[in-house]
């Protein structure tokens, strides 16, 4: 006597006779295939629910972040030859950029904003007295802005300790010459 609820929950077995290794993978592929397009669907019903005209860019991003498979299938969309290990890489990327408390930019701009972001950020630092021009938030010009903003953030830091960048030298002198 077969059991009913163990053949329902294995749909690649065959019940009136065996499969081949091929037969079931295949059927397990179009199980997992068709779970994967409700898995869509009902993150796509999420979407419709959850987002409004006035919802975040980081809400949005956050719906996104919640479901795995619709972020490795937009990743692969934008590069086919990703790697596994580089999607979750940059999964997790996303989410601790999205656990950043300092993440007042996007979490102020709704999704149907047409603000320019680059004018958004650089009015922003205007008002902490540092100068961004628009032309420094290019893609091209990314790299040498976040060198700036890292050495800002660490000359802050040594403020906030009390700390001067010649002191610290000085001791890292006063080491080598003792080879300490």
């Known amino acids: 006597m077969k059991c009913v609820s163990y053949t329902r929950t294995m749909p690649w077995k065959n019940h009136t006779g065996e499969l081949t290794i091929a037969d079931q993978n295949q ?3 179009e199980y997992l295939a ?12 999420r979407i419709y629910i959850e987002l409004k005209d006035d919802s975040t860019i980081y809400e949005t991003l956050e719906l996104a972040n919640s479901y795995y498979s619709y972020l ?3 990743i692969i969309e934008e590069n086919n030859t990703i790697t596994p290990e580089k999607i979750d890489e940059q999964i997790n990327e996303l ?3 999205l656990k950043n408390p300092y993440n007042n930019i996007i979490s102020n701009l709704t999704i149907l904003e047409e603000e320019n972001i680059a004018i958004v950020i650089k009015d922003r630092y ?21 060198s ?8 802050y830091n040594l403020e906030q300790a009390n700390l001067k960048i010649q002191d610290i030298e000085e001791t890292i002198e006063l080491k080598q010459a003792l080879n300490i």
């Not at 068709?34 to 019903?45: A, P, V």
């Not at 700036?148 to 000359?155: A, T, Y």
């Open 126 to 146: 205007k008002l902490l007295d540092f100068n961004i021009e628009k032309e420094d938030l290019s893609e091209k010009n990314i790299d040498k802005l976040i």
């Open 27 to 29: 059927r397990i592929a």
């Open 148 to 155: 700036v903003l890292e050495s800002l953030v660490i000359d």
């Open 34 to 45: 068709e779970h994967k397009e409700m898995d869509l669907q009902k993150f796509y019903n």
């Open 72 to 74: 490795t299938k937009c």
């Open 95 to 97: 989410d601790r950029f």
